[in-house]
């Protein structure tokens, strides 16, 4: 492996490494705690956490096919990784009944109480959310549900899809939240709330069920706590301190409404007005039947391209892509969300912030004055419906109560986003609109500064390269009336960002932070038929002067099927799902998982690890969300 001695000379800091497995969210488990305890093999002790996820061997067994009929969801996705020892726990809901979109109620209060633990009063060397949601109706797909989200003072924990069924069903969710313990120190009040389109007024079909735990790992001599944010913020302008050293944003962009559910499928104003039979009633799009039953018109307008933008004071200050995550509710005209059971696309449940470094601000952040922080995002077509959430990470200089400085370059100011769109569309003699349209956004952008602080002066660059690219193949005919109507749909998408950030401390370099994140998708449409093929990419490449160069490596990719015949009834109803994560620290994690009919039919564990055993270092993040590599700065 490379950076063998440097692993090697760190064995101190890796410590014990979680064993991990493929996990099934079984419904017998549903209100299990999780329990903590240690296996021997050999000569190596290794570390794992149980929890209410419970763990299937890496060939298909009867216990997961019938975990899968259930209604019960499985992933490849990893669990986050513990230190040895057993947590304080902190329940913030226990089944809370939600039959409604909007936030839930507490005793005629909107917002629930949180404390952290009075047995383990911090620091901790981990925190982490688990989260549980189930519904027991038969027709979940009429609820509408968009995503469900949870909040402790303005600070977003959590937001994420549902998993709709034609059953009962459950799905479990965890966060690393090691990074936001500053704002988890005090007591809070909590909102957990759903937002959703349900089809007959604002009441979904059966009552959602939502339970949160709160997981704290005490600091040890071996596992000990990592250096953390100093303050997490929400946007709602709060002060700041005036010794800021380093700003981070955490950024989840999500649709929500309208044709935003599917802007990677939207033509641009002028195709549709060009072409209107691209709003063909068998198109893609989130109408339903109105009440006189008229076929709605589908397909959406407002273009393929969409990124957030953030601002410091109205002034650009980062970039964050936009993931592309796939509702399955494709059209009224049949039942689409059976391609995901039992096992979603990624992010589909647990949507992973993206991390902007705002640090180059620094010194204009600590100048005292009021400052707001905003998410705006670029592409929005005519019926917005992208929700956006953050919290901003600050760490302090702890040895001097102002830091000065300036921002010294931003290529982003004035500069906004310019996507290019050609079109090849036509109209031949039979009414027949084809052809293809191409959505390209390609930019780069540095920006710099200082600031003055208690060791010296230090100098932050961060650099990027966005790129968007976005494929349309629209085929549609839409005579007069409702019989002969036809559409297909091919899309090519990918959005992608590179690049660097570099710290300097008198001239020598302190910190530099590599990263590649890319999310490519394939969809393949027509009425009765889809083929989706998507991936999330992430590899990142940090270096700091005590630990060397740590690197990480993660592709998760899915494969989903469906077609039905005339009668509704599945022709082709499969998924392959692959999950693959390593680090320079030791960490081996390889997941694989094929479905048939809605049900888990082979599995694999480990491949390529040593020993044929997924291992994870207890500080890495194998979902791909933000890891300040505050294990290495303490």
Known sequence: MKNASRIASSAVVVGLLATIVISVH????RHAQGTAGRAVSGDRVWAFAS???????????????????????VTVVPDVPRPPGTPCEVQLLQDVEMDSIGIAWFDGEGVFPYAPPAACPGPWAKVVLKMSLRSDSTNSYLDGFMYASLWLDGIPLYSGGAQDHRGPTQWNIERDLTDYTAHLMAPRDGTLRIDGTPRYGPNFSSP?????????????????????????HDLSNPPLPRNIERAYLDVMTHPNLGNDLFWFTCVPDSAMAAFPELANRLAIGPNRFGLEGDPPPQGCKGGAFREAQITIDGQPAGVAPVFPRVYPYFNVYWHTTRMTEPAPPPQALNLVPYRVDLTPFAALLSDGAPHRIGIQIAGL???????????????RDPDTAQVTGQVTRNTLAGRPPAP???????????GEVSGEVRTTSVRSYAIEGYIDTSRGRIRSTVERNVRLENVLLP??????GVEGDAYRLGVDHETSVTGVSRRYLGGQLVAEDREVTRYPLMLDYALGSVDLQQRFVQQTERWRPNT????????????LTLAIDQDGQPTRWSGQHDYSFRDSQGSCYRAGLSTQGGTVIGTVAGVNCTGGANRLFWASHPDGSPDSLGWAER
């Open 26 to 29: 079984a419904a017998q488990s």
């Open 51 to 73: 929890s209410d996820r419970a763990a299937i061997a890496p060939a298909a067994s009867p216990a997961s096919a019938s975990a899968a009929n259930a209604g019960d969801v």
């Open 208 to 232: 959602y069920y939502v339970s949160a735990t709160m997981q704290f790992y005490p600091a040890t001599a071996t596992h000990p706590a990592p250096r953390v944010p100093d303050e997490v």
């Open 381 to 395: 077509g005519e019926l917005y419906g992208l929700s956006s959430l953050g919290a901003l990470l600050i760490y």
């Open 420 to 430: 290019t769109v050609t079109s090849t569309l036509s109209r031949n003699a039979a």
């Open 475 to 480: 085929y549609s005919l839409d005579p007069p």
């Open 548 to 559: 060397g160069r740590h690197l990480t490596r993660l592709n998760h990719e899915v494969g």
